[in-house]
């Protein structure tokens, strides 16, 4: 019994990283239908982020390293945000409603920042060290322990997309988010500045990436290339439970994580991994658009 209760949370850690990783795919590739190739390398960016600030930390605030934590998780939510910002602003305003030139300038601009990357870290893989409180174990039963780290990722996950949906059906903002991806000239026409709305949202999406690259350096080493070893996943994940909606982001990313777990814990991890996307294929013959459907103007066109 214990065995198959770590298991289950081995699948729902890996699911609070899909998640994570695919809520600002939700908001730049659902809500606004930008195929954004590049958000792999936004990941990065978190990731690389967090890496610079426990350096300043390890050599001017040494006394202070513990906390370094807190301040990476919103420096890479910052610095992500700002430089999508500055990308929608140069580049992504003159892409929408053209979904191929969007992929293949996402992707081009991906390969630019993988290389920049590694022109300023270097290829080798780099780690970050984390605090005492975020390593151990929390130890449930006798037989039963939760890794720390994969315990606080997973509050990070469902604080995440519960602030976002706040945001989307709370908030003016929100409503004017979905407002502009519904009717773009109707919401002009009300005052609603879709300009400005569109770059603030594609942020949001980006700064969400770098959130996630954040909590990644906590369980593995980090790289130029790190990015591309969640793109594909995080856009399965919001492919399958619905683009646009974070119900189906949250569907999604449990498929995924516990589904691609538990299949590799019962056969191996390459036959694992064939059948979770032969799940994938036939979850997509009955529901093309996703379990949970999104109505946003952006999808239905």
């Known amino acids: 019994m214990g065995t198959i209760i770590m298991q289950l949370f081995n699948g729902v850690s890996v699911a609070s990283i899909l998640m994570l990783a695919a809520i600002g795919l939700t908001i730049t590739f659902g809500l606004m239908g930008i195929i954004n190739m590049a958000h792999g390398e936004f990941i990065m960016i978190g990731a690389y982020t967090t890496y610079v600030i426990q350096n300043l930390f390890q050599t001017y605030l040494p006394h202070f390293f513990s906390s370094y934590v807190f301040v990476a998780l919103i420096a890479s939510f910052v610095v992500a945000a700002l430089l999508g910002y500055l990308m929608e602003r140069t580049i992504i305003r003159f892409l929408y409603d053209r979904p191929e030139d969007s992929l293949l300038v996402t992707w081009g601009i991906s390969l630019v920042l993988q290389q920049l990357a590694q022109n300023i870290f270097g290829a080798p893989d780099v780690s970050v060290t984390t605090p005492k409180y975020l390593q151990g174990s929390i130890q449930v039963t006798k037989t039963v322990s939760f890794a720390t780290d994969r315990v606080v990722i997973l509050i990070i996950a469902l604080a995440a997309i519960s602030a976002v949906a706040y945001m989307l059906f709370k908030t003016r903002f929100g409503r004017n988010i979905t407002a502009t991806m519904q009717n773009r000239k109707m919401a002009a026409s009300m ?102 459907s999104s109505k946003s103007r952006k999808l239905n066109d």
Do not use: H
């Open 191 to 292: 005052g609603i500045n879709t300009k400005r709305i569109d770059s603030m949202t594609f942020a949001l999406g980006t700064g969400l990436a770098g959130l996630a690259g954040c909590t990644i350096t906590w369980i593995g080493s980090i790289d130029p290339s790190i990015g591309q070893d969640y793109i594909v996943n995080a856009f399965i994940t919001v492919v399958v439970g619905g683009a646009g909606t974070l119900l189906g982001t949250l569907f999604g990313s449990a498929f995924m994580g516990v589904g691609d777990t538990s299949l590799e814990f019962l056969t191996n991890p390459t036959i694992g991994q064939a059948l979770i996307l032969i799940l994938v294929i036939v979850v997509l013959q009955f529901k093309p658009k996703g379990m949970f």
